[in-house]
């Protein structure tokens, strides 16, 4: 009769722990979720920050070529500038977006998913550096017009500024293949992954690893 007691004060002892533990677990997967939701809107704040700025450079940019349009050279500089400010902008607002999808409600990967896609954004900018490489002149003509008031096309030799041009439309071709290496599916790669380390840091190829292992789970189920 003793060691049926004995069972049965274990038994309530032992459902008593589980019920414990799941308290605990609860409450701390409760508490990560909330520090995750708080970072969420810290991020967000910045991202609409973003999202300010490049809408009135954007805008600026648009009153910039208007003003100029008569004058080739720095209204093809001004557009040039206008199509990455708009790129950028509208990688922005797609974060802003993303951001604003997350249902803590869903199943933990599939918010994780989300928000490793949002701390992969500053690939983005670096991809757009690179891009803008050939054309790094139209923000020197734009620049010095705008802030010194110096129009440096008028004082270019004419055949430093057609080797200028060829060269670097030859370069576009091997920067595009460049552009599309640096993605996460690509982290395999040693260069890649050292140089979007280099240029974004750790944190963005921590998100990139998530989402390369998210991609290779579905392609294994």
Do not use: C
Request: no cysteine; glycine share 4%; proline share 1%.
């Amino acid at each position: 009769m003793e060691a049926v007691e004995l069972n049965k004060i274990m038994k309530a002892y032992d459902n008593k722990l589980d019920k414990t533990l799941q308290l605990n677990l609860s409450s701390m997967n409760a508490l990560q979720l909330k520090k995750t939701q708080n970072s969420t809107k810290k991020i967000l704040r910045s991202r609409i920050y973003e999202v300010v700025i490049f809408s009135f450079l954007a805008i600026f940019l648009g009153w910039y070529i208007a003003n100029n349009w008569e004058q080739t050279h720095l209204a093809i500089s001004g557009i040039i500038l206008h199509v990455f400010s708009l790129i950028a902008l509208v990688g922005s607002i797609g974060q802003v977006v993303l951001l604003q999808q997350i249902d803590f409600s869903k199943p933990i990967v599939e918010i994780r998913k989300k928000i490793e896609l949002v701390n992969s954004h500053g690939l983005l900018f670096v991809k757009l550096i690179f891009l803008s490489a050939p054309v790094w002149w139209s923000y020197a003509i734009v620049g010095l017009d705008l802030f010194l008031g110096i129009d440096i096309y008028v004082h270019l030799d004419q055949d430093f500024v057609v080797r200028y041009i060829v060269i670097n439309f030859l370069l576009i071709i091997p920067l595009v293949w460049f552009f599309n290496k640096l993605s996460y599916k690509n982290l395999h790669i040693k260069w890649v992954r050292k140089t979007i380390r280099l240029f974004t840091g750790t944190k963005t190829v921590k998100a990139l690893d998530f989402l390369s292992d998210i991609e290779a789970f579905k392609n294994k189920y």
